[in-house]
């Protein structure tokens, strides 16, 4: 392979795998990045959801806390009397307290537990506020401020074990604070009262689900039936701190995202390296048609200089020979003339197809149509070459076609492609100096075949032959030099008349060029139908 065409080959391949790699890296790094903000938007989100649905719970029980507060300050009313209504109506509130600030005195109203005075339940309260005793106290320094806080109490109760402890403090202008608290009944009050509005709040997005902590219970769940991402968000309920809520989103999660993300920048990425590898293919071939054109255009030089130099030398040999007088019998002198005659018209020959070269590949070459005989300019053709050839040493053979072969074409440009065919059937025969020129119509087409008995062409240069400049140049047999011009033009001109061109042959076997131009029924055809 050409050095350069490597050198070329080889940085190519590196540029194309260097931005293959580069951009296959930046892209499989960029999806954890990518995950790490999508992660953060959705907790952000997921924060804000569970951010309402606890305050949700606080709004609730702080109207709790301000019926009460309203009940009990009220003096029309006996709390014995307007207390019971307000638990009928909350029925999440299991049991409420009241206790002056020392937790000696201590009221119970509750339609489930017996309140009466030796029910174990005030003991168990003035321990329990005894205990939260800490907590109590800040209350009420709040509620001396104005803020009306509510507390859990802690502290676990075997009997009162699946109710919630709130408390808050109660205060009347110049009276002592009293201590005030619920008996929540967690579970109800996340199903009765929560559940209504985290299925609002969800609207059928995600999955919330309320656990409680201590033996991992699903409390809620506003989508039973699907099973909740327990890792993706969880927040402890402010109210309630034996309780979390989880939150997920439904029939996705994060990882199932960044799957569906990852397999799409794969694809993207395999997609994309494909084109960039189909694209360094093209531009690699092409740089090769490059390379390989600039050493023909280099070699079609030398070549047509060698052609142009070797007439010129003859000419400018016999020219001198006459002009010095040395030449005296009129035999040798027409022998003279004829090989100057011969020369000036290889000259003009060259000429001429660099010429038509040129002014075909500016697209400038006009063609001037006319209905024509093809028998009849292969004849012409022949009857001005058939001396020369003979005189090369060649068996020369014409077969015209026995119908009249009428086609639309360019007079001139038709010979000059018969004649390039020729041409080469002299120049590429070795041993066997045999010709056949023949004509004719078959499917349609009417052709002139030009057939010699010399080096032939390899079937894998068949196509190469008609490339501008191309020339066979391996094998031993061919020393011939030449333009590489002639069978560009021939393609050229049957082209530009509708035409084909075949190339029938083999290397040693000979060749046979055949120009085949669309054409009309002859007329001897033509009577024979009628
Ligand atoms: P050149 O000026 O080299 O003859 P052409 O375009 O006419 O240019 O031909 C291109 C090449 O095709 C030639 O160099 C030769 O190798 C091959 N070729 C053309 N005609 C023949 C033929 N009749 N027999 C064998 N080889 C041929």
């Not at 299991?94 to 600030?101: E, T």
């Not at 060649?394 to 360019?410: H, S």
């Not at 020393?479 to 021939?490: C, D, Y």
Request: hydrophobic share 40%; net charge positive.
């Amino acid at each position: 392979m050409n050095p350069t065409l490597k050198k070329i080959g080889i940085s190519l391949l590196a540029v194309v795998l260097l931005a293959i790699l580069s951009y296959a890296i930046i892209k499989i790094n960029a999806p954890s990045a990518d995950e790490k903000a999508i992660e953060k938007t959705y907790a952000d989100q997921l924060d804000a959801i569970l951010f309402s649905v606890n305050q949700y719970s606080e709004d609730v029980v702080s109207k709790w806390v301000s019926q009460i507060d309203t009940l009990v300050g009220s003096p029309s009313k006996s709390k014995a009397t307007a207390i019971p209504p307000f638990l009928t109506e909350n029925t999440a509130i299991k049991l409420i307290f009241l206790s002056d600030s020392t937790f000696n005195q201590i009221q119970l109203y509750s339609q489930q537990f017996d309140t009466s005075g030796s029910s174990y339940l005030k003991p168990y309260i003035g321990q329990l506020l005894t205990t939260n005793k800490e907590k109590i106290d800040k209350l009420a320094s709040y509620r001396k401020a104005g803020y009306q806080k509510k507390q859990p109490l802690t502290e676990k109760n075997p009997l009162l074990d699946s109710l919630s402890a709130l408390s808050f403090i109660l205060q009347k202008e110049g009276r002592p604070y009293q201590v005030c608290g619920f008996f929540i009944n967690t579970d109800l009050f996340i199903q009765e009262v929560l559940g209504p509005r985290i299925q609002a709040i969800t609207q059928d997005k995600f999955i919330i689900t309320v656990i409680n902590k201590a033996d991992q219970r699903f409390v809620y769940s506003n989508e039973p039936g699907e099973v909740p991402d327990l890792n993706l968000q969880s927040n402890e309920l402010w109210l309630f701190p034996g309780y979390y809520l989880s939150i997920s989103i439904k029939g996705q999660t994060i990882e199932k995202l960044a799957k569906q993300r990852f397999n799409t920048y794969l694809y993207l990425i395999l997609g994309l390296n494909f084109l960039l590898i189909l694209g360094g293919f093209f531009v690699y071939r092409n740089i090769k048609k490059e390379v390989r054109l600039a050493k023909i255009k280099s070699d079609f030089v030398s070549n047509v200089s060698h052609e142009i130099k070797t007439p010129l030398a003859l000419i400018s040999m016999f020219v001198e020979t006459l002009q010095m007088g040395r030449v005296q019998s009129e035999d040798k002198k027409e022998e003279y003339y004829n090989i100057l005659s011969q020369e000036t018209d290889r000259l003009t020959n060259i000429v001429n197809k660099i010429l038509n070269f040129s002014q075909m590949e500016a697209g400038k070459r006009k063609y001037t149509f006319e209905s024509i005989d093809l028998n009849e300019i292969v004849c012409n053709v022949m009857q001005s070459y058939d001396f020369h050839l003979r005189n090369l040493g060649f068996t020369f053979l014409f077969e015209p076609g026995n119908e009249l072969l009428r086609i639309e074409a360019d007079r001139e440009a038709v010979s000059e492609a018969v004649i390039n065919l020729l041409d080469n059937a002299v120049k590429y025969s070795s041993e066997q100096k045999e010709i056949k020129v023949k004509t004719g119509m078959k499917e349609g087409y009417t052709y002139v075949e030009v057939s010699d008995k010399g080096i032939g062409i390899a079937p894998k240069e068949h196509q190469a032959v008609f490339d501008k400049f191309y020339r066979v140049t391996h094998g031993a047999v061919h020393n011939t030099k030449g333009s590489g011009l002639g069978l560009a033009l021939v393609k050229h001109i049957v082209e530009a008349h509708k035409g084909r061109i075949d190339l029938v042959s083999n290397k040693g076997t000979g060749s046979t060029f055949r120009l085949c131009f669309p054409g009309k029924y002859s007329v001897s055809k033509l009577l024979h139908l009628q």
